[in-house]
């Protein structure tokens, strides 16, 4: 996939978001992540924009120093992005295999309440998230206005779980 001139060989597929799908992609030995937007219909969100709105979340989030992977390139008439690649496991991820997240809770409760206090949500389901050197990155650059039914509390912390009694955990 060429992307301003530059040639990435695209090694796996990622995932498939609500606006894109991201692959591992390799250019001069290097492992970025390429996220390729798409136009495919979306019954419970509504984007104007897709390219523009994620570089717009991009620096809104940088702004309140949220951890991301940077921001490599851009290509506007293609509709592709070039993130920096993180390695691990997402926390859904680690769901899946039973592992403990108690770590990413906490942060990921740090995280929330920032943004709360700064009138922003983010997409809070777990594979969006990468545990790097105790740091808990947000690896897509979606952000909303905030809205309490979308918040962690009440949209996001169902899907950090595999069964709902946890929750009284």
């Known amino acids: 996939m060429k992307v301003n001139n530059k040639e990435y060989k695209i090694i796996k597929l990622l995932g ?7 692959y591992l992609a390799c250019c001069e030995d290097v492992f970025y992540t390429l996220k390729k937007i798409h136009h495919e219909p ?5 984007f104007t924009n897709k390219i523009e709105s994620e570089l717009r979340d991009y620096q809104t989030l940088s702004k309140l120093n949220i951890l991301m992977p940077e921001l490599i390139d851009v290509d506007k008439e ?4 070039v993130k920096e690649y993180l390695t691990g496991k997402t926390v859904l991820e680690k769901i899946s295999a039973d592992e403990d997240i108690s770590l990413e809770l906490k942060l990921i409760k740090e995280i929330a309440e920032h943004l709360k206090n700064n009138n922003i949500n983010i997409d809070y389901y777990p594979s969006n998230f990468i545990l ?16 309490v039914q979308y918040d962690f509390d009440n949209w996001g912390i169902k899907y950090w779980f595999k069964s709902e009694d946890l929750l009284e955990k």
Do not use: A, F
């Not at 498939?16 to 991201?22: E, I, L, N």
């Not at 979306?42 to 509504?46: F, H």
């Open 78 to 81: 293609n509709e592709i992005i």
């Open 42 to 46: 979306c019954d419970y969100y509504t």
């Open 132 to 147: 790097q050197s105790n740091r808990l990155y947000y690896v897509d650059y979606e952000c909303n206005e905030y809205m």
């Open 16 to 22: 498939k978001g609500k606006s894109g799908y991201s």
